[in-house]
């Protein structure tokens, strides 16, 4: 038990602390339209069931943005963080799996998009160059988050 007290401790001194993220509020009906709900320093973003999303910046101008969800994909859960600058966003898609979006804020422009084909994710966390993500069976997802490739 000390062992792993210490290898632990020695990850967070080495990577700092992870950062995790934040699951996005669901206003509406779960079988009807509903949206996400979240904040960060560039704006208030509204992303639709659909995958429609709006960034209120607090200039006050509106700017739109796409998320890939497939046909008639609804999304299921938003979980975001603010890194870097960029937007991170993990969403799950009904019937679709999952996908990990590394997004520039200021240009709504997507730096990468992985595909994961598993749904029902925790929340990730960002801890040095990864994000990682944990399954429901227990397994762990390793994205490098310089590219959006797996790393296992």
Not at 3 to 28: I, K, Q, Y
Not at 36 to 51: C, E, H
Not at 109 to 121: H, I
Request: proline share 4%; glycine share 10%.
């Amino acid at each position: 038990m000390k062992n792993a007290v210490v290898v632990c401790l020695m990850l967070v001194s080495l990577l700092g602390s992870p950062e995790t993220f934040t699951l996005a509020d669901r206003v509406g009906e779960p079988n009807a339209r509903n949206f996400f709900l979240f904040s960060t320093s560039a704006g208030n973003y509204t992303i639709r069931q659909d995958g429609m999303g709006e960034v209120a910046s607090p200039k006050g101008m509106r700017r739109v943005f796409n998320l890939k969800v497939g046909t008639k994909g609804r999304l299921e859960r938003v979980y975001f963080l603010e890194h870097e600058g960029d937007l991170l966003l993990l969403y799950d898609v009904m019937g679709h799996g999952s996908y990990l979006l590394r997004m520039e804020q200021k240009k709504r422009k997507a730096r990468w998009l992985t595909p994961l084909e598993s749904s029902n994710l925790q929340p990730p966390i960002v801890a040095g160059d990864l994000v990682i993500i944990k399954e429901e069976n227990g397994n762990t997802i390793e994205i490098n988050k310089a590219d959006g490739r797996v790393s296992n």
